[in-house]
T-cell receptor, first 110, second 116 residues
């Protein structure tokens, strides 16, 4: 059974700092991995999708990497801003089903 | 593109009544839709997978007679919470996926259900 773990559960950083969020999964037989952002009381915003054949994806200040063999993914946020404060969820996909991690709640202080 | 809507965005109902939530893919045909539930300060848990024109597949522990799912067309799936109880209060989110693509799921904005 696939299990997805995210560490840390919460993170508080000063504005401008670069940071890394971690996601690990137990079964490497995945189709893809997605990173999402969720603001309090809101739905999900898709940030990055990495296919199983890819190693990384970039969008603006965000870079996500995927190492299937070790069951790990990282989300790198450069030059963090207060507007980046949210919960970040990673989810691994197999035949369409997504299994979510518990999320990392990020607070960026001005 | 790839917009998914949900209606209503929030609903309050009395215990024992039924509530229907709609999930629509606005600009693409969704061969498969997924329903997730999210309790406060927890992550999303997949409830069921529905394919257009066939019965939904429920995850272990999800009561199929309580959470009725209908996927009657390629753009609409509905989730009906029957005989709702306060413990059913949650955030329900649907997603849609089209075959032949990248297997990326597109999520709706969610529906907040409160059962009093």
């Amino acid at each position: 059974k696939q299990e997805v773990t995210q560490i840390p559960a919460a993170l508080s950083v000063p504005e401008g700092e670069n940071l890394v969020l971690n996601c690990s999964f137990t079964d490497s037989a995945i189709y893809n991995l997605q990173w999402f952002r969720q603001d309090p009381g809101k739905g999900l915003t898709s940030l990055l999708l990495i296919q199983s054949s890819q190693r990384e994806q970039t969008s603006g200040r965000l870079n996500a990497s995927l190492d299937k063999s070790s069951g790990r993914s990282t989300l790198y946020i450069a030059a963090s801003q207060p507007g980046d404060s949210a919960t970040y969820l990673c989810a691994v996909g197999n035949t369409g089903k997504l299994i979510f991690g518990q999320g990392t709640t990020l607070q960026v202080k001005p | 593109g790839a917009v998914v809507s949900q209606h209503p965005s929030w609903v309050i109902c009395k215990s024992g009544t039924s509530v229907k939530i709609e999930c629509r893919s606005l600009d693409f045909q969704a061969t498969t839709m997924f329903w997730y539930r999210q309790f406060p300060k927890q992550s999303l848990m997949l409830m069921a997978t529905s394919n257009e024109g066939s019965k939904a597949t429920y995850e272990q522990g999800v009561e199929k007679d309580k959470f009725l799912i209908n996927h009657a067309s390629l753009t609409l799936s509905t989730l009906t919470v029957t005989s709702a109880h306060p413990e059913d209060s949650s955030f329900y989110i649907c997603s849609a996926w089209t075959s032949g693509g990248s297997y990326e799921q597109y999520f709706g904005p969610g529906t907040r259900l409160t059962v009093t």
